[in-house]
């Protein structure tokens, strides 16, 4: 399936929606096709410019969708583009699962803590049951070592796993599906907090604020000490970004 991908200050943005992300990943999926995709907001963006490493490889991404108000907005403003909505991860991870469903795919979880890991699987047991669950990994909360990392692509590629779904956080999911590819034989989806949300360990804010680029405010109450810093810094050099390339005309 064909579509244009957009330059966002570093990172290359498709200009899709949420059906068409989700047929291209199904697609990929159902041949078993090594094909890595991001769901990158504003906080993604931003890191993929500040660190060398991530920002080296992340366009090697297949699909990286404007998973945020802002990106799209700025896509929109800067290229002229009609795009209706943001690409959500989760709600991107949910039309997955729903067309995953359809063709009883296999579906490797990978990521988080056992607790929220567990909680998701139950989540998809319940709402997708013909979705084969083919394996799960708990997240180290490190990166592997060389024999270790050999060890997770042989498990992944040994379940016959169509999707694996990489909820690491930002950037190290990033890292992961863009260092996997043509490694692990599977569409790899770096969703982050769809793990937490739809496995109800966080609420997800409201649509109205989800709508109005919100939701960043939202999530700060409910973590301020860990998103603080976040939010402030990444913002506000995003903002800064954006004004440049607007009415700067600094080279995109």
């Given at each position: 399936?064909?579509?244009?991908?957009?330059?966002?200050?570093?990172?290359?943005?498709?200009a899709?929606?949420?059906?068409?992300?989700?047929?291209?990943?199904?697609?990929?999926?159902?041949?078993?096709?090594?094909?890595?995709?991001?769901?990158?907001?504003?906080?993604g963006?931003?890191?993929?410019?500040?660190?060398?490493?991530?920002?080296?490889?992340?366009?090697?991404?297949?699909?990286i969708?404007?998973?945020?108000?802002?990106?799209?907005?700025?896509?929109?403003?800067?290229?002229?583009?009609?795009?209706?909505d943001?690409?959500?991860?989760?709600?991107?991870?949910?039309?997955?699962?729903?067309?995953?469903?359809?063709l009883?795919?296999k579906?490797?979880?990978?990521?988080?803590?056992s607790?929220?890991?567990?909680?998701?699987?139950s989540?998809?047991?319940?709402?997708?049951?013909?979705?084969?669950?083919?394996?799960?990994?708990?997240?180290?909360?490190?990166e592997?070592?060389?024999?270790?990392?050999?060890?997770?692509?042989?498990?992944?590629?040994?379940?016959?796993?169509?999707?694996?779904l990489?909820?690491?956080?930002?950037?190290?999911?990033?890292?992961?599906?863009?260092t996997?590819?043509?490694?692990?034989?599977?569409?790899m989806?770096?969703?982050?907090?769809?793990?937490?949300?739809?496995?109800?360990?966080?609420p997800?804010?409201?649509?109205?604020?989800?709508?109005?680029?919100?939701?960043?405010?939202?999530?700060?109450?409910?973590e301020?000490?860990?998103?603080?810093k976040?939010?402030?810094?990444?913002?506000?050099?995003?903002?800064?970004?954006?004004?440049?390339?607007?009415?700067?005309?600094?080279?995109i």
């Amino acid at each position: 399936m064909d579509f244009k991908k957009y330059k966002l200050f570093l990172p290359e943005y498709a200009a899709v929606d949420y059906d068409k992300a989700s047929d291209i990943i199904v697609a990929n999926a159902a041949s078993n096709k090594s094909y890595a995709v991001s769901a990158l907001a504003v906080h993604g963006l931003i890191t993929s410019m500040k660190d060398k490493k991530l920002g080296k490889i992340i366009n090697n991404i297949d699909l990286i969708v404007p998973d945020g108000q802002p990106i799209k907005w700025a896509l929109n403003s800067l290229y002229n583009l009609d795009l209706k909505d943001r690409v959500y991860g989760p709600f991107l991870t949910l039309k997955v699962l729903e067309k995953a469903n359809t063709l009883r795919l296999k579906v490797y979880l990978f990521g988080s803590t056992s607790k929220t890991i567990g909680l998701f699987k139950s989540f998809i047991e319940k709402n997708y049951p013909d979705v084969i669950l083919s394996g799960i990994h708990v997240d180290r909360f490190r990166e592997a070592t060389e024999e270790e990392d050999l060890e997770d692509i042989k498990k992944i590629n040994e379940s016959g796993a169509h999707i694996v779904l990489v909820g690491r956080g930002c950037p190290r999911q990033e890292y992961w599906v863009a260092t996997h590819k043509n490694k692990v034989n599977s569409a790899m989806m770096a969703v982050g907090a769809a793990f937490d949300f739809h496995a109800g360990v966080l609420p997800q804010a409201p649509e109205w604020m989800q709508k109005r680029g919100l939701e960043w405010f939202f999530r700060l109450c409910q973590e301020p000490k860990r998103l603080w810093k976040r939010y402030l810094v990444t913002n506000t050099l995003f903002i800064l970004e954006f004004i440049g390339h607007k009415f700067f005309k600094r080279t995109i």
